[in-house]
């Protein structure tokens, strides 16, 4: 659908009763192949099209999508939309951010999209190359296959208070996960990245290499008795430990009351010289954007500033419920109203790499693996399942295995040491992260 169409939704929902409505439509394609064991195993195209209607009657709000983006289908959309917005219960935060934040083209390029689309075939000779590689490091026994995908969106928005724009993104991603050993010591370690552009893909040999060289470390993983000791987030996993910050800073929660966050605006939750930045206009950023989905103009922020919390994330609707204004944080599909989201997070890297970490923790945990993590949203306190290796003076000792780490995440913040080994794989990013004292729960 292009922009015409659009606005000629939202004008045929004014006319079927509606006093406000947006127009969303995304289109998205995307191509896969996995290969195991040097044969092909699938290959998958996927097309999408598909359009999000919202309507508001007064302050009631309904949302409806649909794949038929027909004359037609466009029609039933907006009659059903109209019809759910009438018997809607009332929403007093329900609306359209306000004009004056609105962005209005033409807008940055950061760079997102990469016109050139992948051969099947193409994808299917990287999948090999990194299984092949990961498969090549001595002591891997098997391969749980090698991944290559390319992927090609587009998103538009138009509403009834003016604003229209869009924006269109690639990705490109390669993977390959390799297992070690044999039996019931057998061990499994992958690697795997994705980028806006296929030249920034690292070589496939290498994403296997690491694979298989992850497997391997973990061969002769134990148990431990359980302790206190310093504890290592390596920089792959780390910014999961800053991950519940996020939940307890969106707007949502906190107008709820649900956030054990609440109180802690303007105030130190990090060390002084923590920084926290969102920043929506990174070039080839996986999660930048020019606007946020409401239309509203974002820009670069520090949430946690010299270790302060400045800022919680807000929609129109959340701004609205706590007197503020939205901070260009807003997040949404196309079947239901926004929520909030970040879009590039960072913390800034400190002075010390992982080796300068361990050396000065001298013994204790360095996690490499993390699962079913566990919050009270309430309290704040924390546990996951985690798997990694002991190190003692400062020095790699053996892989460790079933264990869990627990806190409260307000302290464990309040501890932390950054590491200098930032790397960006994803739209949230963290060095490696050194807590000087948590328990550790083992044998």
Request: contains cysteine.
């Amino acid at each position: 659908m292009d922009e015409n169409q659009l606005h000629e939704a939202v004008a045929a929902a004014l006319t079927a009763g509606a006093d406000a409505a947006e127009a969303v439509f995304a289109d998205r394609q995307s191509l896969s192949v996995n290969v195991r064991m040097g044969e092909l195993e699938e290959v998958e195209r996927e097309e999408s099209r598909e359009l999000g209607i919202r309507v508001f009657v007064g302050q009631r709000q309904a949302v409806v999508s649909g794949s038929d983006v027909s004359a037609e289908g466009r029609r039933k959309l907006i009659e059903r939309a109209v019809a759910m917005a009438r018997l809607a219960p009332e929403d007093p935060y329900a609306g359209f951010a306000p004009k004056a934040r609105l962005a209005s083209g033409p807008f940055a390029d950061f760079d997102l999209f990469d016109a050139a689309e992948p051969s099947p075939e193409t994808l299917e000779d990287q999948a090999r190359e990194a299984e092949a590689a990961a498969r090549g490091v001595a002591g891997v026994t098997n391969s749980d296959g090698g991944s290559s995908a390319w992927s090609s969106s587009r998103w538009r928005l138009v509403t009834s208070d003016g604003f229209h724009g869009e924006h269109r993104a690639s990705g490109f991603s390669l993977s390959a996960s390799a297992v070690a050993g044999e039996g019931s010591a057998m061990e499994r370690g992958g690697e795997g990245r994705t980028t806006r552009h296929g030249a920034d893909l690292p070589p496939p040999a290498s994403i296997g290499a690491e694979a298989g060289k992850r497997a391997v470390q973990r061969l002769g993983a134990r148990k431990i008795d359980s302790t206190t000791a310093p504890v290592i987030f390596e920089n792959r996993l780390a910014i999961s430990l800053i991950g519940p910050l996020i939940g307890a800073i969106a707007g949502p929660s906190v107008a709820r009351g649900v956030s054990f966050l609440k109180d802690h605006l303007g105030k130190p939750l990090f060390g002084k010289g923590v920084n926290l930045i969102d920043d929506p206009h990174k070039v080839r950023g996986l999660g930048s954007a020019p606007f946020d989905d409401e239309g509203v103009a974002n820009r670069r922020m520090a949430l946690i500033e010299e270790g302060v919390l400045t800022s919680w994330l807000l929609n129109t609707s959340s701004a609205k419920q706590l007197g503020l204004d939205t901070t260009g944080h807003a997040s949404r599909g196309l079947a239901g109203p926004p929520g909030v989201s970040t879009t590039n997070l960072t913390l800034e890297p400190g002075d010390r790499d992982l080796a300068g970490l361990m050396a000065d923790a001298k013994d204790g945990l360095l996690i490499t693996s993390m699962f079913g993590p566990s919050l009270n949203n309430n309290t704040g306190d924390w546990s996951v399942g985690c798997s990694g290796f002991w190190f003692e003076a400062g020095e790699i000792a053996w892989p460790v295995t079933e264990i869990t780490v627990a806190g409260n995440l307000i302290d464990i913040w309040g501890r932390l040491v950054v590491g200098s080994d930032l790397e960006f794989r994803g739209s949230a990013n963290a060095p490696s992260l050194l807590v000087d004292a948590m328990p550790i729960a083992g044998r």
